[in-house]
């Protein structure tokens, strides 16, 4: 005859899942009625070798090294746009340097926020705010004739 699951849930409630055949206690799947491990089997390649990670093989680690990629790929774009518009001999398609100016605008605001991020991360950013205000605060006092 079958049971329930005896496990308990994450909110305190007992698991309302049919427990696999012959557990002691009666579990489901989830909550280890199963031999076998969910997901991939040990020693399993996929990951490395489709999809993203096929692309990098040590991707950026830290706000750093994207930033520095980024840059490096912002440059070389800027380059393959300055040949493109440089070269006398061809007829730049329109629609290709549309798309090109917009994947550079992109880059290069994702680039913006990438240093504002890193310099808010750092806390340069709060010291020059803090320094800007003191100094607003300074000149005020002198204006006013008054202890701010």
């Known amino acids: 005859m079958p049971e329930r699951c005896t496990a308990t849930t994450a909110r305190g409630t007992r698991c309302k899942a049919w427990a696999m055949p012959n557990t002691h206690p009666p579990r489901c799947a989830a909550h280890g009625g199963s031999t076998k491990r969910p997901g991939a089997p040990p020693g399993n390649q996929n990951a490395l070798t489709h999809g993203f990670y096929a692309r990098a093989v040590h991707p950026p680690t830290t706000i750093a090294d994207i930033i520095s990629d980024l840059a490096e790929k912002q440059d070389a774009l800027s380059n393959h746009i300055d040949a493109h518009l440089s070269n006398p001999d061809s007829q730049p ?44 605060l300074d000149e005020l006092s002198t204006e006013l004739g008054t202890e701010l």
Do not use: E, P
């Not at 290069?108 to 240093?115: D, F, P, Q, V």
């Open 93 to 136: 398609n329109l629609t290709d340097l549309v798309k090109l100016f917009a994947l550079h605008g992109q880059n290069a605001s994702r680039l913006g926020r990438l240093l504002r991020d890193q310099r808010a991360l750092s806390g340069d950013a709060a010291d020059g705010i803090a320094g800007a205000i003191a100094q607003a």
